[in-house]
């Protein structure tokens, strides 16, 4: 079994900073690329970041300049760090990947979710 769990969430200011991380555990061959989705109240799940196994990232519009997808593969973790946070990036965030398992065994795997809440 795979699991990836996300922490880091929590309430924080307008203009201050959050730093997400997701751990996936298991029995893991592999991990291609890793995710950072947000769904906010209402509204459909939303792309922010990717980073593929090579370290390349991509990010949604409305992040760019403010948000930091980064991993570390020796820990299987990804992490997100988040500044010049705004109101409208509140919603809940999860981790998603692709994992490969010593049964070669290859899944899509989502997080729990973790909460972002940004006051104004």
């Known amino acids: 079994q795979v699991q990836l769990v996300e922490s880091g969430g929590g309430l924080v200011q307008a203009g201050g900073s959050l730093r997400l991380s997701c751990v996936a555990s298991?029995?893991?061959?592999?991990?291609?690329?890793m995710h950072w989705y947000r769904q906010a109240p209402g509204k459909q799940r939303e792309l922010v970041a990717t980073?593929?196994?090579?370290?390349?990232?991509n990010y949604v519009d409305s992040v760019k300049g403010r948000f930091t997808i980064s991993r570390d593969n020796a820990k299987n973790t990804v992490y997100l760090q988040m500044n010049s946070l705004k109101p409208e990036d509140t919603a809940v965030y999860y981790c998603?990947?692709?994992?490969?398992?010593?049964?070669?065994?290859?899944?899509?795997?989502w997080g729990q979710g973790t909460q972002v809440t940004v006051s104004s």
């Open positions: 998603n990947a692709i994992i490969t398992t010593h049964a070669r065994a290859t899944a899509n795997y």
């Open positions: 298991g029995s893991i061959f592999s991990i291609n690329d």
């Open positions: 980073i593929t196994s090579g370290g390349s990232t």
